[in-house]
């Protein structure tokens, strides 16, 4: 068989064979001659010797391994560099961003411009601040046509001024609170303390009021007044925020299964107590102050603040959003509450010189939850009256606004009155959240050392006569001089730093001296 296959194969002119001049060849084979031919010319390299085993000789020394020159190794190391640059470009981005808008913008050491007024037309402050309550579920009415805060609306159209209060992003609750009580948004280096300790000292209403009385949750009370000496406070537990519940049962079974009582609790927990747990500890202190004299001398002193903080509406809309029958009856039980902080106010002291303020902090959206900088989240509702504050001004039909686009900042409404409101035959004062600190004007107070919004004076109340307009004169003027003292602080401030940068230690140590003395303006600022 071997034989027969040698002698097939080695003849020329056989079927097989492509040496036969006279048979044509199949391209396949033409592939394979090819391939053949261009081995014999080019033989394979030898494979290269392993890595770590050197190549033995003739005298038995090791022969010196060649160094494996990738073609792709300068490649490599191009992408490795550019991964180097890429990861420290973006960390540069990032600590940039911390480093221009994480750092405080508390300016401290300016001094304090001293109320400019004859004679303050109030001599105490309410203020009724309800946590997480939106603007349109307040003043719009029901299913059935009636209005949820009818004590409140009635202020509106017989007592005093009404309005949106426009909150600045982060819309949580201690930035709220800063804004209304200290003037100013919220420092941004909180966040990382959570929002809830001071990264910074500052100055608010409570630190220029004679005496604060607060109650409310743990989170936003001490915040202002634990370390306070002139206050009087208190909070309930941390529990009660938890919990939002009044059933000791529901207590019981949170032992017995947290994500029970999670479930359990959305369904029927309302936090709506948590508001009258405030009322009921103020009341409690009024009528203390009927058997304790110096409980009611300090009463009965100028420069008072009252600040009841109402919880409920947060509480509520978080566990349940804020279109639930829980929600909205909270809205209820804070019109509810106010009434009777008039009403006892007014039977205790019964002088008329109380200013009351209600607000909100910021709102909620229809998701159960705030932060952002969405209309929902942004616009609170904001009522003014008593002693000092504008009556209503009733608008006819060319006075009011044709609802156009405008600036938040210019104080007007951005945003049509919806007709459901049916408000708009009353002048409508938005503000900005920072200008609410401006209130304190009614108690001659002198406004927080950081207060950076503007004096809202068309709310307050301008009779006619000489020494009523040199007042509120007096009163911008001062309101202005305390945003120019920020303003030139920080320009010498900036001002040292670049001496200090281009060396010149001698002049940054003169202006440092001359400002910590606080007669660096006329050196400084020759034209000021």
Not at 170 to 190: N, Q
Not at 410 to 419: G, M, R
Not at 458 to 477: H, M, N, P, R, Y
Request: charged share 20%; aromatic share 10%.
């Amino acid at each position: 068989m071997r034989q027969r296959v040698r002698l097939r194969n080695s003849d020329p002119c056989s079927s097989h064979s492509p040496a036969c001049p006279g048979r044509p060849v199949s391209p396949s084979v033409q592939r394979r001659l090819r391939a053949r031919r261009l081995r014999l010319q080019n033989p394979d390299p030898p494979p290269p010797p392993r890595l770590g085993r050197p190549l033995p000789t003739m005298a038995g020394r090791p022969r010196p391994q060649p160094q494996q020159h990738s073609p792709s190794a300068s490649t490599r190391r191009r992408e490795r560099w550019l991964v180097v640059l890429g990861v420290a470009l973006h960390a540069v981005y990032m600590l940039s961003i911390f480093d221009i808008y994480f750092k405080s913008p508390i300016v401290h050491g300016m001094a304090p411009v001293p109320p400019r007024l004859s004679a303050p037309p109030a001599k105490r402050l309410v203020l009724l601040v309800a946590d997480g309550l939106r603007a349109d579920k307040f003043y719009e009415p029901d299913g059935r046509g009636r209005y949820r805060a009818p004590f409140l609306r009635g202020v509106i159209q017989e007592k005093g001024r009404w309005g949106v209060s426009h909150a600045r992003p982060p819309t949580e609750s201690r930035p709220g609170h800063v804004s209304i009580i200290a003037g100013f948004y919220e420092d941004p280096s909180a966040v990382t303390k959570g929002w809830k300790a001071n990264p910074v000292e500052f100055d608010s209403v409570f630190n220029q009021s004679r005496h604060t009385i607060s109650f409310g949750s743990p989170d936003i009370v001490p915040i202002f007044c634990s370390s306070l000496p002139h206050s009087t406070w208190g909070t309930y537990p941390h529990e009660y925020e938890d919990f939002a519940t009044g059933p000791l049962i529901l207590q019981f079974i949170f032992f017995l299964g947290h994500v029970f009582f999670t479930l359990l609790e959305a369904l029927i927990a309302d936090a709506s107590f948590l508001d009258h747990w405030s009322f009921d500890q103020f009341q409690g202190l009024l009528n203390r102050s009927f058997d304790d004299v110096k409980l009611r001398q300090l009463l009965l002193q100028d420069k008072l603040v009252i600040f009841l903080h109402l919880l409920g509406c947060d509480t509520n809309g978080h566990a349940h959003r804020p279109y639930s029958d829980i929600y909205l009856n909270n809205v209820k039980v804070v019109d509810q509450i106010a009434e009777s902080v008039y009403n006892l106010m007014e039977s205790y002291f019964k002088d008329n010189q109380t200013a009351y303020v209600f607000t909100a902090d910021h709102g909620m959206s229809d998701k159960g939850s705030h932060g952002d900088g969405h209309p929902s989240n942004t616009d609170t509702p904001l009522v003014v009256w008593g002693a000092g504050v504008r009556s209503p001004k009733f608008l006819t039909y060319t006075e009011k606004p044709d609802d156009g686009f405008r600036f938040v900042d210019d104080h007007k409404h951005d945003t049509p009155t919806p007709q459901d409101w049916a408000l708009e035959g009353f002048e409508r004062v938005d503000v900005n959240q920072a200008d609410s600190s401006s209130n304190v004007y009614t108690c001659g107070f002198a406004m927080p050392d950081e207060f950076c919004g503007e004096l809202t004076y068309s709310l307050f109340e301008i009779k006619q006569g000489q020494t009523v307009a040199a007042d509120e004169v007096e009163a911008v003027l001062a309101n202005t001089k305390q945003i120019l003292n920020q303003f030139l602080r920080k320009s010498v401030l900036n001002q040292i730093e670049d001496l200090i940068s281009a060396k010149d230690y001698e002049t940054a140590l003169k202006h440092s001296e001359e400002l910590r003395d606080g007669s660096c303006w006329s050196s400084l600022f020759p034209n000021i």
